[in-house]
């Protein structure tokens, strides 16, 4: 049986989250509320049960980019975490959920994307088989003990760079303040803009995460000049997800803001009782040498990808790249 989001009693998903190997934020109730409120997002989700047990579920949304359109080729379904599975879910019920995914987004995305944050390599015949193509995804985990034991998993320049930030008085905290926001948000789109050069939400969406159960802003000030910092989500004893960082390197990289503001993040998951620290990825080479600094574990757990209409898809990579060398 399969019932969308809206109609799963929040008992019985607290329950499924709460005894799943592949839970994470991104699959809980908090993280579907937050979506529901930002008006730039549509959110959609469904549950199987088998039997009188809710066994698996997915949540996620459905976003578009730029003018009407960029719109029309940048419409994807995005999953963010994977699905959220029982650790005795039947073949039959993923198969049933994937099956609800492309039949109900098909007619509105161009394709659907599954951004894993577990490992679900024991599933991954039962999504080639539905069409979801598998795609290598590096990311950083790192365990988060003691904060002696961690530090000393830091190379060596990371620790330097911490003590010589601590002795210049450079602090990172945690803020809801709007203007502390604005700042952090100039800075970050701007990283985007020239750096990333991918989507950034709207401002919105940080005026909205600070209030979030389970999300936190940390900011760098310098003199109380903000200079950086990190947006992290988390799900209660298991995990801290790095969601976004930046720092001003252009004037202040002397100061190391992207390395306190993650070395706040990593704090905050150890002071606080957590498993681990996720840095959520760890592709581009810069990115990933920078994470592999701080003592984490290398691991890969893909993305699954099901496209729904190829030429359109094909169309849309060299549309909104062309969009990306004008810029």
Known sequence: MIKQVIEIKREEWQILLAHSSTASYFQSPECYDFYCSLSFLEPFGWGVWEGKELKALVIGYIIANGGKLKQFFSRRAIIHGGMLLANNVSEDAISELLGELKHSLSKQVIYIEIRNANSYINHKA????????????????????????????????????????QERGVVCVQTTCKNDIDRFYQILEDLYRKKIKKPLYPKEFFDKFVHQSGCYLFVVKNDEKIIGGIAC???TDKAVYEWFICG????????????LATHTGIEYAVKNGFEYFDFMGAERYGVREFKSKFGGELVEHGRFKYIV???????????IKLLTQEK
């Open 309 to 319: 209409n190829p030429l359109l898809y094909a169309i849309g990579r060299i549309y």
């Open 248 to 259: 001003d390197t252009k004037n202040f990289n002397h100061l190391y803001p992207s390395v």
């Open 233 to 235: 989500s988390s799900l």
């Open 126 to 165: 039962i999504f080639a088989k539905h069409g979801f193509e598998y795609n290598a995804h590096h990311n950083y985990i790192v365990k988060t003990d003691t904060i002696e034991q961690v530090i000393s998993r830091y190379s060596e320049s990371k620790v330097r760079q911490l003590r010589n930030i």
